[in-house]
């Protein structure tokens, strides 16, 4: 965690040095193990994290880790998910990112997405996105 950028970098996790023993452990697809982790940031000593960067960790169900970050109530703090590198299929997780009301960045490149225009699904919810994959959805005012 870099408490000077709030940016909590997840990325691969299951590969760090230190969690060799508990590697089988480590599933973001599995409830019980969100709830754990989001448990244990919420309750640290460095605080909330502001952007989370969960690359590389063969996600392919985000709900559960959203969900889990929600009923902690730390959805409002986020401003920025990267999420690339995973096996994310399909969007459904959505409908909890609409509770991200801070939300402004999200990368989600190089996910094996079903429907290649789920860029259109992000950008008709109403969220604060402004972001994703390094690239502006808004558009400007006419």
Not at 52 to 57: C, G, P, R, S
Not at 111 to 138: C, K, M, Q, W
């Amino acid at each position: 965690y870099d408490s000077n950028t709030g940016i909590l970098n997840l990325a691969s996790f299951r590969e760090a040095p230190d969690l060799v023993a508990v590697q089988s452990a480590i599933d973001f697809n599995a409830v019980a193990f969100c709830k754990s982790l989001v448990y244990a940031i919420k309750n640290s000593p460095v605080g909330i994290p502001r952007f989370i960067n969960l690359a590389n960790n063969r996600i392919s169900n985000l709900t559960s880790f959203l969900r889990a970050i929600d009923d902690e109530g730390m959805s409002g703090g986020i401003v920025g998910l990267a999420l690339s590198n995973n096996n994310l299929k399909d969007v459904n997780f959505v409908g909890v990112l609409t509770r991200f009301n801070s939300l402004t960045e999200l990368a989600l490149d190089n996910n094996p997405f079903a429907d290649p225009h789920y860029r259109r699904v992000l950008e008709r919810r109403p969220t604060n996105l402004n972001t994703l994959n390094g690239e502006s959805i808004r558009r400007p005012p006419l």
